[in-house]
């Protein structure tokens, strides 16, 4: 099946530093990705979607420049928090759509990378 | 705001019995998927249905979609300690590509 691997599973920092998760699609190109931040005990709140070769699509609330998304290959996608702060810590998750499998806009998660702003 | 309700929140049942989470929009619904996630794990991919008044069945696991495609639910019977966790529904909107989250429904089970 369709594999999504994310790194780093957990990162703590210190606060003011900026922190890169990436996103892979080991199996399957994935034009479409889509990053979420989960808090605990809540639901996925989608952050933005990003698109290979463009600019990511950002939802309402979400600062562009304090989450940085770069989608430049098929099977990678970055997401930066820049200067971070303690309101950051949060479980980030990505997902990968799969379009080659029978069920449309089927999406697998990586395992998810918790955050710590110290 | 939130365009998928979704109830309960927490459920817990005896081993055993039977469990129902529903999800609600007020929008009609191009599809809808149902996910589940293992306490500090990720979604994992369960179902998804497409058709008005579509009904699908993974062995105690029974899914719904309503006739005006604005409802879902999913149904477990017999529930196991294996199916403890945080049951999701996921909405395709208007045919767009992202999904919309409902606010999950957590499972915990006495043995």
């Known amino acids: 099946g369709a594999v999504v691997s994310q790194h780093p599973s957990r990162v703590i920092c210190k606060s003011g530093t900026s922190v890169k998760i990436e996103c892979r699609s080991l199996?399957?190109?994935?034009?479409?990705m889509f990053w979420y931040r989960q808090f605990p005990k809540k639901s996925l709140m989608l952050m933005a979607t990003?698109?290979?070769?463009?600019?990511?699509?950002?939802e309402q609330g979400v600062e562009k420049d304090k989450f940085l998304i770069n989608h430049a290959s098929l099977t990678l996608s970055t997401l930066t928090v820049t200067s971070a702060h303690p309101e950051d810590s949060s479980f980030y998750i990505c997902?990968?759509?799969?379009?080659?499998?029978?069920?449309?806009?089927?999406?697998?998660f990586g395992p998810g990378t918790r955050l710590t702003v110290l | 705001g939130q365009q998928v309700m979704q109830i309960p929140q927490y459920q817990h049942v005896q081993e055993g019995e039977d469990f129902t989470t529903y999800c609600n929009s007020s929008t009609t619904l191009s599809n809808i998927q149902w996910y589940k996630q293992r306490p500090g794990g990720h979604p994992v991919f369960l179902i998804q249905l497409v058709k008005s008044g579509e009904v699908k069945k993974q062995k105690r696991l029974t899914f719904q979609f309503g006739e005006a495609k604005k409802n879902s639910s999913l149904h477990i019977t017999a529930t196991q300690t294996t199916d403890v966790g945080t049951y999701f529904c996921?909405?395709?909107?208007?045919?767009?590509?992202?999904?919309?989250f409902g606010q999950g429904t957590r499972l915990t089970i006495n043995p």
């Open positions: 199996d399957f190109q994935a034009t479409t």
């Open positions: 996921a909405a395709s909107i208007q045919g767009a590509q992202k999904l919309v």
């Open positions: 997902s990968a759509r799969y379009y080659a499998g029978p069920v449309y806009n089927e999406q697998f």
């Open positions: 990003s698109n290979e070769g463009s600019k990511a699509t950002y």
